[in-house]
């Protein structure tokens, strides 16, 4: 990690005490600084349908910078995780990949998401809060940035794999571009038993860095992924598309239950 990476995570974690409080309605679980690194992608839908519990569908968007996307990868870094008494966790920093699929309710109301696999570097962690995160027996990141002439560069190579045989692995360089801020409160939804759920409230920088939807300058340089294997085999047949690039810089996280 270069000094400029940790100079940013300095700067997130500090952000972490500026973060609203979460309503009385509400109970804090645990705070993180974050950087993260997504693949939007379309997948078989057949295959992905069987990864969801009954009475429930995907969503996919029509339009937009999520257009087509029915699964997300998301490689995370947490680079401060903080407990609901605002010290630091057992463990304050972690290394980890999920599945996600944007869901709603058949014939409800209820939507959000839905994280339907994992792979994490603490043992510990698995299989975690929705009881599909793995023990990655190969866990591995680097992330380098470089500034030349006015240009911010970087390098990100990520790579788990579980014991099963499944693999989730993405190398990438890219110039950076201007981020945009955002946020959301979105409820993730537990895959064995969604009447139960957690509320992820984010406060985050996104950079969109090739996507063939909205086009924004294409500031990928060099791209490549491995994923498939053991449970999610049939995901990623080769008939996947990645329909958006995305990194976000810092990625603040506020996780809490009703």
Not at 40 to 46: M, S, T
Not at 72 to 84: E, K, L, V, Y
Not at 127 to 133: A, D, N
Not at 200 to 216: C, E, H, L, S, V
Request: hydrophobic share 40%; with cysteine; charged share 20%.
């Amino acid at each position: 990690m270069t000094k400029g990476t940790a100079v940013a995570g300095a700067f997130v974690a500090a952000s972490l005490l500026l973060t609203s409080p979460i309503g009385s309605a509400q109970s804090l679980l645990e705070q993180a600084a974050e950087h993260r690194f997504q693949l939007d992608f379309r997948v078989n839908d057949a295959a992905l349908a069987k990864m969801l519990p009954p009475g429930w569908e995907t969503v996919i968007a029509e339009k937009g910078p999520a257009k087509d996307c029915n699964l997300r990868m998301i490689f995370i870094d947490r680079m401060a995780i903080m407990g609901a008494d605002g010290k630091p966790a057992a463990r304050p920093t972690a290394r980890l990949v999920y599945l996600a699929i944007p869901v709603r309710q058949t014939g409800g109301g209820a939507a959000g998401q839905m994280i339907i696999y994992g792979m994490t570097e603490h043992a510990a962690d698995a299989p975690g809060p929705f009881g599909v995160y793995q023990h990655a027996s190969t866990a591995k990141m680097s992330r380098t940035a470089a500034a030349a002439g006015g240009v911010m560069t970087g390098a990100e190579n990520w790579e788990f794999v579980a014991a099963g045989g499944e693999r989730l692995e993405v190398h990438v360089e890219y110039e950076r571009g201007p981020a945009n801020k955002g946020g959301a409160e979105v409820r993730f939804f537990d895959p064995r038993d969604p009447s139960k759920f957690q509320i992820f409230k984010t406060d985050q920088a996104i950079d969109i860095m090739r996507n063939p939807t909205t086009t924004p300058p294409d500031h990928i340089r060099k791209f490549s992924y491995k994923a498939g294997g053991g449970r999610i085999a049939a995901l990623f047949d080769g008939t996947e598309k990645v329909v958006s690039w995305d990194s976000f810089p810092w990625y603040i996280r506020t996780v809490s239950e009703p």
